[in-house]
């Protein structure tokens, strides 16, 4: 296999030496061929010592390691294997064939070594979301690698690439199954034993978000005769979960009307519970400003404010206001929930956001946890970068 080669700077291949799995445009000497967005390269170091392959694609980031030894992406083996390895580590989480449970993410990108790729399965479907033209234009062969393996239920491959591609090369492309006719609209799924409504078509993502499913079910301990507030419900993980746990009360809030039809669905097909649930279609800031009952418990989980390092400032300021709205409508005892998935949002820089804002109230809190991502979204030791979803659990006074 021939491919064109991708030479880095003296001193610039140190990175790629210890595994991190992205080529940046900086470090490069010279390329050697002329290689198209989603090419497959090879990279060397000066000297012509081979380091890695992967996909080319003109910008910050030029090349995304696919392996760290010589290997041919372009064959049913080599993605079989890269997929099977990914499937023993959800098997070692144990999140694998559980009678509780039927939905997992299978590939999450350069955890799994698979950079611009996400895999999430939904019961017998698997679907596919590439975030970089070379990882979709191989999307055919990962999905025969799906049918494939071992020990999984997958029956149907759904390709939800299109809201993640680059837009000029994305405007040629459609979502839709790649193997098998499955399902069309909602399908019911569950979690820890909670029933939801999947939407994998017209959903955010892939329909779902996986990464808070033992964040989920910490809260059920939290909630038993409480009241509790879920903003940014999108489709009412948190709320279902509390309905189960025996909560008093669950208000779900969420500015987007068709998150919210699922909510309220969520919430039925987890009934019979002796909890009250209420869904409010607005804005979560204005709802938290509003004049209001308090919450004994209250779910802060806001879409990322901020993607790339330009925003982090204004991002910080959000959250702080954010937090600040969410303490003065929380209970004196009160337990609260946040979060934030901005990557450009470091866990030690949120951290001393959500002290700023109780700073700013005087109020007395404690910290009960340190949360994260679930397992089925791992994080490779090489790459801290995959480490996106941080939370913390408050006892606020």
Request: glycine share 8%.
């Amino acid at each position: 296999m021939h491919l064109d080669r991708i030479v880095l700077k003296s001193g610039r291949d140190q990175a790629l030496r210890r595994f991190h799995p992205w080529v940046f445009s900086g470090a490069i000497a010279r390329i050697e061929g002329e290689p198209l967005d989603g090419d497959l390269v090879e990279v060397t170091s000066k000297n012509q010592e081979f380091l890695g392959i992967g996909h080319f694609h003109q910008g910050s980031i030029a090349v995304r390691i696919l392996s760290f030894q010589k290997a041919n992406p372009n064959t049913l083996d080599f993605w079989v294997q890269k997929l099977q390895n990914a499937l023993a580590l959800r098997q070692a989480a144990r999140l694998i064939g559980q009678n509780n449970t039927n939905c997992f993410r299978l590939a999450h990108g350069e955890g799994d070594g698979l950079p611009g790729l996400i895999i999430d399965v939904y019961g017998q479907t698997a679907v596919v979301q590439c975030h970089s033209i070379g990882m979709h234009r191989q999307r055919q062969l990962i999905a025969e690698a799906l049918f494939e393996l071992k020990n999984t239920a997958i029956q149907y491959v759904y390709d939800k690439s299109k809201e993640t591609l680059p837009p000029q090369y994305a405007e040629e492309q459609q979502n839709t199954y790649l193997i098998g006719n499955g399902p069309s609209g909602p399908v019911t799924l569950v979690e820890n034993g909670v029933k939801f409504l999947v939407d994998w078509e017209t959903g955010q993502k892939t329909g779902f978000f996986l990464d808070q499913r033992d964040n989920r079910k910490l809260l059920q301990q939290y909630v038993p005769g409480k009241s509790v507030l879920n903003a940014f419900c999108y489709t009412g993980g948190f709320s279902a979960y509390a309905l189960q746990a025996g909560a008093a009360r669950v208000d779900s809030v969420d500015i987007s009307g068709k998150a919210m039809e699922l909510t309220l669905k969520n919430a039925e097909i987890n009934q019979p519970y002796a909890g009250v649930h209420t869904a409010y279609t607005e804005d979560v800031l204005r709802f938290l400003k509003n004049e209001g009952p308090l919450y004994d418990v209250m779910v802060i989980d806001p879409p990322a404010y901020a993607k790339s390092l330009d925003k982090r400032h204004n991002a910080i300021q959000g959250y702080k206001r954010l937090n600040e709205a969410a303490l003065r409508r929380l209970a004196p005892g009160g337990i609260l929930f946040t979060f934030s998935c901005s990557q450009v949002v470091d866990r030690e820089l949120f951290y001393h956001t959500i002290v700023s804002a109780a700073m700013e109230l005087g109020r007395p809190a404690s910290v009960l946890h340190h949360l994260t991502q679930g397992a089925d979204h791992p994080v490779s030791l090489y790459h801290p970068e995959g480490s996106y979803l941080k939370g913390l659990v408050l006892f606020v006074e």
